[in-house]
């Protein structure tokens, strides 16, 4: 029933009308490469250089040294502030992101060991930000206070807290698989998952529509090519490209980030294969639902903000409500990005993996299978 | 440019968009759920991390360390009971995000070593940092001098004191959504004209090139506004965000953004020859940026200093300031000139581009 020819005549217009588009080509080529630059480079929920201003109304020696203390990290970025502001005057008009009060008679309290109080005042316009800048501004002031009482007489700070530093429990930490905790290498396994997905399931949709708008399905329709021929050749091709797309951004995350799979190559493009019959369908499933590129499109990209949202890959579906997680779980790209994350990063084997196999699988069948059974080369 | 031609063109726009119910559906539905989804799913903060115990002192201070642990809403803690279990194996089998090993020291008296070890699985090295900040704030809470005593700190939140994700999501879903439908959605419809060869009908029909791109923006412009009030009313109805500035500076604003987004995305159609790339460029060029380097989800000052530099040509990083600005500081509109100012600046260097690229010739 299926023609080889046929299709290996298909596939030559399809590679054609691909290869002579150079817009086209550099998109699926250069966008790989620009957006693994710019989403490893910018992505990272790391906080530094946050403004701070210090509203210091002690002027003493002390109120100098707690300041010099956080100009020495690169968290805080110190901007000046007039002795006429207040903490909502510098946060309104966006000097500042955090402020610190230090209040009269700031120095002589911590001399006198009075219970001196400090301020900090943070915009949680940013609420992340604000979070993780408190944390660092207490942590700086406790390391100025337990150097200032050291300084004074190291057995104050025992008799005060009425613990020793040394005596009590210490936690020591070691972080796996990535001990110098760089971001790029969990994001750069999400951009693989996620150029996949934008190339095998937009491209595949907006290129069977465009035959639909331009008419040219007609020409399809008389030609004794049949549905599965059309599908198969409309097909390869992006799923070819997704595979080169792949190599290539794995090839530049090493060049430029350092980041090598660890795991087993073979299986992880074994598992692509798997995740692109589930993009892929859907893909046959969006152009058959839409009548223009336009419609393809935004249904294309509609679908794709859901899977990103909710796919793990700026925010870990762990944290989210149960109600969430459960759809999370109906995801294929959630799955696929679990499977990519391990083979990259950990170096997972194909066992501690095989219940995403299934579940890629079973997405896989079912939506290929679904969609091409919806297919109707007609018009 | 002709008052009566730029109708007549937008006319036809106009019933282009609303005689094509499917995008249409999408474009309203997609900012509801997606306000919707960020509003309740997006958490920074980590709870429920998987923690493993392996407790080698059987004490009752032991115990009572690993319940403190349990107490919290960031651990479910779970108690190995087999020794043979590697943290290895509990990473790769994702069964636990950290190990904590309890020494058989641990009980011992105060003054020997009872060092607990941690190891974290730091695949997400922000996660990671996280699981080791809360494992630290319990030891020290338990068992560190508390020098509160020594030093009384007080944190005060100003504008969202808690910390509700809506303040942050609702300004930067609109710059996202505003950019999306003014950038792509113009890029693509004049590209589609080159595609389907109707702008050869265009060429010879008398209107002027300032006439066809004025006609094609405004109905988009009308699309963007209305999308931007939908999520603007269900932020604020659903989500409590504030609206605390004045409602004429945020049109006045909105308005200039939009108009530089419309602008990228003419330059974007002048280039792009089919709808695919238009689509695909569009995509690279507006919402990307917009998403990553706005300032949106990650913070500008923490990125490289080259990708700092490309913001200031991403006009959603003033769009942001300036609806955050409104919104949630109450700034005025003189405050927020230094921005509205650099967006004008882009629309207009935009716009010189796309007007001199856009011909009203065949190749």
């Avoid at chain 1, 710019?38 to 701070?52: I, K, P, Q, T, Y």
């Avoid at chain 2, 990650?298 to 942001?320: D, E, H, K």
């Amino acid at each position: 029933m299926i023609s080889f020819s046929a299709i290996v005549s298909f596939l030559r217009k399809e590679f054609l009308q691909i290869l002579r588009s150079r817009e086209m080509l550099v998109m699926i080529f250069v966008f790989p490469i620009v957006e693994l630059l710019f989403l490893g480079f910018a992505v990272s929920n790391e906080v530094r250089h946050v403004r701070l201003a210090f509203l210091d109304y002690d002027r003493s020696a002390e109120s100098r040294e707690l300041v010099s203390a956080f100009s020495s990290t690169d968290r805080f970025d110190i901007v000046p502030a007039e002795i006429s502001d207040t903490p909502y005057t510098i946060l309104q008009s966006w000097r500042a992101q955090a402020v610190v009060v230090i209040p009269a008679h700031f120095g002589r309290d911590l001399n006198r060991l009075d219970g001196p109080a400090l301020q900090i005042v943070l915009d949680g316009v940013d609420g992340n930000t604000a979070t993780i800048s408190s944390a660092y501004c207490s942590g700086i002031i406790q390391s100025f206070i337990r150097k200032e009482l050291k300084s004074r007489d190291p057995r104050l700070l025992a008799m005060l807290t009425g613990q020793t530093l040394t005596g009590g429990v210490d936690l020591r930490h070691r972080m796996w698989f990535n001990p110098d905790l760089r971001s790029s290498l969990f994001i750069i396994p999400g951009i693989v998952a996620v150029l996949v997905t934008i190339t095998s399931m937009l491209l595949s949709a907006m290129s069977l529509v465009r035959e639909k708008e331009i008419g040219t399905l007609e020409q399809l329709m008389v030609t004794p090519v049949s549905k599965i021929e059309l599908l198969i050749g409309k097909l390869v091709p992006f799923w070819l490209i997704s595979f080169v797309q792949m190599a290539i951004s794995l090839v530049f995350a090493f060049l430029i980030f350092g980041v090598r799979p660890t795991g087993n190559i073979p299986a992880l493009f074994l598992f692509s294969n798997v995740y692109l019959f589930t993009t892929l369908g859907l893909g046959i499933f969006i152009s058959t639902w839409s009548s223009s590129q336009q419609q393809a499109m935004f249904f294309a990209w509609f679908c794709m903000v859901f899977m990103l949202l909710l796919g793990g890959m700026f925010i870990p579906v762990a944290n989210m409500p149960a109600a969430i997680r459960a759809i999370a779980a109906i995801n294929p790209m959630n799955h696929f990005m679990v499977v990519v994350r391990e083979l990259v990063i950990k170096g997972a084997g194909f066992h501690e993996l095989h219940n995403e196999f299934l579940i890629l699988l079973a997405f896989g069948t079912v939506c290929l299978g679904g969609s091409v059974i919806a297919f109707r080369k007609r018009v | 440019m002709n008052l009566k031609r730029v109708n007549g063109i937008a006319l036809k726009e106009y019933n282009h968009i609303i005689r094509d119910p499917r995008t249409l559906l999408i474009l309203i539905l997609m900012p509801i759920l997606q306000l919707t989804i960020f509003g309740y799913a997006m958490r920074f903060e980590i709870r429920h991390v998987k923690l493993a115990v392996r407790d080698y002192s059987h004490s009752p201070a032991s115990q009572d360390l690993i319940r403190k642990f349990g107490a919290t809403e960031y651990f479910t803690v779970q108690v190995l009971n087999s020794y043979s279990v590697t943290p290895q194996m509990l990473f790769n089998t994702r069964q636990a995000h950290a190990v904590l090993t309890i020494p058989p020291s641990f009980a011992a008296e105060k003054g020997t070593d009872r060092s607990l070890q941690l190891l974290i699985d730091a695949s997400d090295a922000n996660a990671a940092q996280l699981v080791l900040t809360y494992c630290q704030e319990i030891i020290a809470s338990e068992y560190g001098p508390d020098l509160r005593r020594v030093l009384d700190v007080r944190p005060k939140l100003l504008y969202n004191p808690d910390l509700k994700s809506a303040y942050f999501f609702v300004p930067g879903l609109i710059a996202t959504i505003l950019v999306m439908i003014c950038a792509l959605l113009t890029s693509i419809s004049i590209a589609r004209e080159k595609e389907l060869g109707t702008l050869e009908q265009l060429l010879v029909s008398p209107v002027t090139v300032s006439d066809i791109l004025a006609g094609k923006i405004a109905p988009y412009v009308v699309l963007a506004l209305v999308d931007a009030f939908l999520i603007l009313g269900i932020g604020m109805l659903l989500f409590r965000v504030p609206f605390l500035g004045s409602f004429a500076a945020f049109l006045f604003y909105t308005l200039i953004y939009v108009v530089a987004a419309l602008c990228l995305g003419l330059m974007v159609s002048t280039i792009a020859k089919t709808q695919q790339v238009a689509m695909m460029m569009a995509l690279g060029m507006t919402l990307l940026p917009t998403l990553m380097l706005s300032g949106f989800i990650f913070p500008i000052r923490s990125m490289p200093w080259i990708l700092q530099q490309v913001t200031y040509i991403v006009p959603a990083r003033y769009f942001l300031l300036i609806i955050r600005g409104i919104m949630i500081k109450g700034n005025t509109t003189l405050e927020l000139w230094h921005s509205g100012a650099a967006l004008a600046a882009i629309s207009c260097v935009a716009l010189l581009v796309a007007a001199r690229r856009f011909k009203l010739k065949l190749q």
